[in-house]
């Protein structure tokens, strides 16, 4: 797998594995049938073009050459001095095979001028808040709305010190 910066042509594969993983990892969690609902408004190609040509920020996409097994988006807030990590998926299949670290590493070396990465995480995903410790991130918070205002979806907040 190479890393890449994601294009058009992408958002359907992208699209796909999320809607893949949010099932795998979110519906003994939160049903299907709202995961369903989640990643129709969340994952939609609408949403996703919006995030490709979003001022700031980075869409990466981990890359075979025959499919799309990771991807990942950022962007700067706080004056570009704290990246926020607002979505890093790679394919159940492919969970475990360092995919996701290198997704994590070009996305924090996409933003060089910052000094912090923040993300929000389910507490009920063991599996991600695992891979966010063992990658450096402290828990630094809570909120009651995961992803978007009003989504009532309880969530840790996790944080990183990056190397100035």
Known sequence: ???RTAGDRDLAAVRA????????TYDDIHGA????EITNEWHSIASLMARLVKPSSEFLVADDGKRIG??????AVDGG???????????????GRGIGGMLLDEIIESFPEAHRIRLEV????ARAVAFYQANGFV???????CGSAGSAIPALIYERVLAA
Do not use: C, D, I
Not at 81 to 95: A, D, H, I, K, N
């Open 33 to 36: 049938e709202r995961v369903t």
């Open 81 to 95: 001095g704290v990246v926020m990590l607002r979505q890093l998926y790679v394919l159940p299949s492919l969970q």
């Open 122 to 125: 389910e507490e009920k995903n």
């Open 139 to 145: 828990q630094a918070g809570r909120t009651e709305n």
């Open 17 to 24: 594995l999320l809607v893949e993983t949010w099932h795998a």
């Open 70 to 75: 990771g991807m990942a988006f950022a962007e």
């Open 1 to 3: 797998m190479f890393v």
